[in-house]
């Protein structure tokens, strides 16, 4: 079996080559980094150039004031946690294992290629000894002398589930941990198809279902005006609708066509998911509803006053999730007044208001 991990790794090979093979190795690249866009694609590969330790990191706050323009990037992509994530006390900031086929660096390609290596153990590993835990000291065997490089592997690896299925204490900081494999690495071919299947979820489908959608709508509505967006055509759409995630355009566009369609509970529990998908966004996926309004409200985003509105809608969203409400034309009309109103302002105001408050002069001290 080849080391895990090798220095001499791709000695000779351009860095073009290099992000070839990396296209090779993990599909939807292309697809994930044009969802995401330039700006946080630049994001991601600073904080990446900026880390050190294990696992590897940066200070958080230090890389802020250093990329203040990069500020709301940051905390969109935190706020959702699958590329860039941050430690229990907030201090912190890393990439994760799946930014790394979309930062492209030669050191991000070198990791990719020691991921597939260990994947490949893994699978070895697992047809032999099934659910017997296996160290990280094992693991590093197959490193040759780099045992800090098959750590950060181990680092990375772990933010992707499929191959594990539970671990001991500190793993893989900690050399004398174990991991118990999951039978699922038998299932997918390489560790490339493990994070492309989360691409595919998140962004890939997404983006075919938003098309997918409004070309449904556009064929069935007959351009008639009583969904959440007006008419078929995009350049109709509210200015926050580009601001959007696809994976959020998507979400929306079954509101609409299931508003269009006199639907009532499907959109009602659509506009919960929605209002909750906006929540993470902007303040992070930990704690229950309560929890993320009321960071929601602290954040700014929100007065008390709406917030209690928002959560007069989220109510109604939870009883047609548990309680099979189907709410009246006017109640549901309601709710989708509130949620536009949220989204109009989150995506446009608050930016615009951020821009106000840089532009307008301090008041003068009196002397």
Not at 26 to 38: A, N
């Amino acid at each position: 079996m080849e080391h895990l991990c090798n220095d001499e790794s791709g000695v000779g090979i351009s860095h073009q080559e290099k992000k070839v093979k990396m296209h090779l190795l993990v599909p939807h690249i292309d697809e994930v980094k044009d969802s995401l866009g330039e700006t946080a694609i630049q994001a991601l590969s600073l904080v990446f150039d900026n880390s050190n330790g294990m696992p590897p990191s940066t200070p958080s706050a230090r890389f802020r004031a250093d990329h203040p323009e990069l500020m709301d990037r940051l905390d969109r992509l935190a706020g959702e946690g699958l590329f860039l994530k941050r430690d229990n006390g907030h201090t912190s900031y890393r990439v994760s294992g799946f930014a790394l086929p979309l930062i492209g660096s030669p050191h991000a390609a070198q990791l990719l290629e020691c991921m597939s290596t260990a994947y490949e153990y893994l699978k070895i590993y697992y047809k032999e000894h099934l659910r017997e835990p296996l160290s990280v000291r094992e693991l590093i065997k197959f490193s040759g002398s780099n045992s800090e490089l098959a750590q950060e592997v181990l680092c990375y690896m772990y933010d992707v589930d499929g191959w594990s299925a539970g671990s001991s204490h500190a793993f893989p900081t900690d050399s004398d941990s174990t991991v118990i494999i999951n039978e699922q690495v038998l299932t997918y071919s390489s560790f490339g198809n493990l994070l492309a299947r989360v691409y595919e979820w998140n962004y890939v489908n997404p983006k075919h279902k938003t098309t997918a959608t409004s070309n449904l709508f556009a064929q069935t509505s007959g351009g008639q005006s009583h969904g959440f967006l007006n008419g078929t055509n995009a350049s109709n759409y509210p200015e926050w609708y580009e601001e959007l995630d696809d994976k959020k355009k998507a979400l929306l566009n079954e509101i609409d066509f299931s508003l269009h369609n006199d639907l009532s509970a499907l959109p009602m529990m659509g506009l919960r998911a929605l209002l909750e998908s906006v929540m993470v966004e902007r303040v992070g996926d930990s704690g229950g509803f309560e929890v993320k309004l009321k960071r929601f409200e602290e954040n700014g985003y929100v007065t008390p006053l709406h917030a209690d509105v928002i959560r007069k809608v989220l109510d109604a969203g939870h009883a047609s999730m548990h309680r099979t409400y189907f709410p009246s034309v006017g109640d549901l009309d309601t709710c989708v007044d509130v949620v536009k109103h949220l989204l109009h302002g989150v995506y446009v105001l608050h930016p615009k208001v951020q821009g106000l408050a840089a532009n307008t002069p301090p008041r003068q001290k009196s002397q």
